[in-house]
């Protein structure tokens, strides 16, 4: 399928997908089973914004996951599920175990008036029965609406009644490491302001003794009983939508982001084979959540309609020790293996000898998503995990892009640290100045837009496609406006430096927070930083960080002058800190992503109204951090 194996491919296949995109995306496709094969390829207008892929063209995208890996792979793991738990033994399930648990689950959905069309919302933890509801939704053409088990009860509430659910599949409770979080327990408080919810399936997982509440609660084990292993799959128009995924905006409520079927299912499963260089029979693992985009695009979609065995990650990295993600890899000889800087950088810290009890020769491609992987990490990643001979796929993309957008091919790209390098095939950026004109040209920096569709874009955000134009199709009309900001370096390499709004202009010079941050954790005290902007009377902003060590500093202001010191060195003294305040830890959200509004407020010295800290992690960090400021 449109192979690369050589940095030579790529130069010929990136060609030909911007000279003749339809012709790219079309030969892409034809290897997938489509029931009926699309009338025209592709229909666009980003000014609308309207974007149609495969138009006409019919198909189940399980049937690609599921039906058409039978016939060679039926008896091949598809999942591999490792409990929280290392005592307790993983489950293989294979591509038929797969197919007629995703049928049963489909046949219970149905069962319980389920209907094409239809929303489900989905709060169960990292068990077998999420992958199996996610895709029975799909099976029977209903939008699932996944929203991560961390998540609280008003998070709960505002995303089902934004997508208008009428159904919850969630469990009596998720293990954390050795705690338990009682799901069951948040639904029941999320519904008490969703009227319209008339249904609750109940997977039992921890056996909490949950209560069920009369006439609207069912157990997962119940309604199972019944159902048939087969379930024919609905036939749905590539258009249609697949799923509602949230994604927090920088004001407002979350955005409900929607991706359609066909062309999200081509490009989930192109992307994923070729970035990692996916061979048949290779075990692969992300350990994202499925209630993130990662989760949803590349542990499930991608691997699964590549025929590939993926595993299902119930547990923590730090439980029962820093080493549990080294032995899983073991355990499980793990080929390929895809993570985010901030667990890299959590695993950074603990003893080496973690890394070192277990055998990790197994492993052949690493990749990395979420942020900006700083150097240090990726450095430190590269040797005690790759053992200096994995490729660190960086691969840059969003919630709204579906799939992964610049990114490395691993083997076949050169690799730099912490560059995102090259974009895939199909993919067109753009790099804008403040005044909305193209920066053409290498050795530059700008805004990163993309100019030209690719198939798995999401179509509009649920029920407010003027947000979605406002939000992404404005600031730059006839582009999609990513929101980040990025470098071009002298080889045409891009390097992300961070959101937009993460930007620092300090007398007049462009500073990521990013690139600030990835230098101060050079210093070999320091283990995480966060940096944010604030306004200054003479360079306009200042930059404020918050520094974490490993060990407490014992003289403060001698290690703020080293820090300082460092950056001066790897960026400029433009870069140097204005002040540092030693932290012992960040406000971070679920998804690992370090919530800098409050960071800016604390370094404004406005602390009177720091905003909803609800989706915290550990909200208890916010009152350390304003009762140290500087
Ligand atoms: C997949 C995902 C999207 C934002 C994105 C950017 C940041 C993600 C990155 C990266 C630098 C990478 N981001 N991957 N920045 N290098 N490899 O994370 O989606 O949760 O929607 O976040 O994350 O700022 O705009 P999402």
Redesign the pocket.
């Known amino acids: 399928m449109n192979v690369i194996r050589t940095f030579e491919d790529y130069q010929k296949q990136y060609k030909k997908s911007v000279e003749h995109p339809e012709n790219f995306w079309s030969e892409v496709a034809s290897h997938f089973y489509w029931r009926k094969k699309w009338d025209k390829v592709l229909e666009w207008d980003f000014l609308k914004p309207e974007v149609k892929w495969f138009i006409g063209g019919k198909l189940n995208i399980t049937e690609n996951c599921l039906d058409r890996h039978l016939i060679k792979r039926a008896n091949q793991t598809a999942i591999i599920w490792e409990p929280n738990n290392p005592e307790d033994s993983a489950k293989h399930i294979t591509y038929q175990h797969l197919y007629d648990e995703v049928c049963r689950t489909a046949n219970m959905l149905k069962a319980n008036g389920v209907k094409k069309g239809d929303r489900v919302c989905i709060y169960l933890p990292m068990i077998p029965e999420l992958a199996y509801t996610v895709l029975a939704c799909a099976r029977i053409g209903a939008v699932h609406s996944v929203v991560f088990a961390g998540f609280s009860a008003k998070s709960l509430t505002d995303r089902i009644t934004d997508a208008g659910c009428k159904i919850v599949v969630t469990s009596d409770g998720a293990y954390r490491g050795d705690k338990t979080i009682n799901l069951k327990g948040i639904i029941d408080q999320a519904l008490e302001s969703c009227p319209d919810v008339r249904k609750v399936i109940v997977k039992e997982h921890i056996r909490s003794n949950a209560p069920m509440k009369a006439g609207r609660d069912v157990w997962w084990h119940d309604e199972i009983k019944n159902a048939a292993p087969h379930c024919e799959a609905e036939e749905m128009d590539a258009e249609d939508m697949l799923f509602i995924l949230y ?1 927090s905006g920088s004001t407002g409520k979350p955005k409900g982001m929607v991706h359609t079927c066909g062309g999200y299912m081509v490009y989930t499963n192109y992307t994923f084979q070729t970035a990692f260089q996916y061979h048949e029979g290779q075990v692969y693992w992300c350990t994202a959540d499925i209630g ?3 989760g949803h695009s590349y542990i499930l979609y991608g691997p699964l309609s590549a025929g590939a065995t993926t595993v299902i990650f119930e547990g923590v990295p730090s439980w029962p020790d820093w080493g549990r993600f080294w032995q899983t890899i073991d355990r499980h000889k793990v080929n390929i293996f895809y993570t985010a800087p901030t667990a890299i950088r959590s695993l950074q810290q603990a003893p080496l000898s973690f890394v070192e009890k277990y055998d990790l020769s197994s492993l052949k491609v690493l990749g ?6 700083n150097e240090e990490a990726w450095q430190w990643y590269s040797k005690h995990i790759g053992k200096d001979k994995c490729p660190i796929i ?6 709204e892009t579906g799939g992964f957008m610049i990114s490395p091919i691993a083997n076949v790209t050169n690799l730099k640290p912490a560059h ?1 390098t090259l974009p895939l095939p199909g993919v067109q950026p753009a790099v804008m100045n403040e005044s909305g004109l193209e920066i053409e040209g290498n050795n530059i920096e700008g805004r990163l837009t993309i100019k030209y569709p690719w198939p798995s874009m999401a179509r509009t955000i649920y029920g407010d496609h003027q947000r979605f134009k406002e939000t992404y199709f404005s600031s730059f009309p006839g582009k999609y406006f ?3 900001g990025c470098k071009r370096d002298e080889d045409g390499y891009y390097r ?1 430096t ?2 937009v709004d993460d930007i620092i202009i300090v007398s007049g010079h462009n500073l990521g927070t990013a690139e600030i941050e990835s230098a101060i954790d050079e210093h070999s005290a320091v283990c995480e930083t966060a940096v944010v902007g604030y306004p200054h009377d003479i360079k306009g902003q200042g930059i404020y960080a918050f520094v974490i060590c490993y060990e407490k500093p014992a003289e403060e202001d001698k290690l703020r002058a080293e820090i300082k010191e460092t950056v001066s060195k790897i960026i400029g003294p433009i870069a140097k800190p204005d002040k540092i305040q030693f932290v012992s830890g960040l406000p971070k959200t679920r ?1 690992g992503k370090i919530m800098r509004r409050i960071l800016r407020k604390v370094a404004e010295g406005d602390t009177s109204n720091l905003g909803d800290t609800t989706t915290l992690l550990d909200p208890g960090v916010v009152d350390e951090i304003k009762a140290g400021a500087i």
Do not use: F, H, M, Y
């Open positions: 994604t993130w985009i990662t990395s998503v979420g942020e900006p992987i960086d691969t840059w993309w969003q919630t995102a990513t929101g980040d992300i961070g959101r998804s």
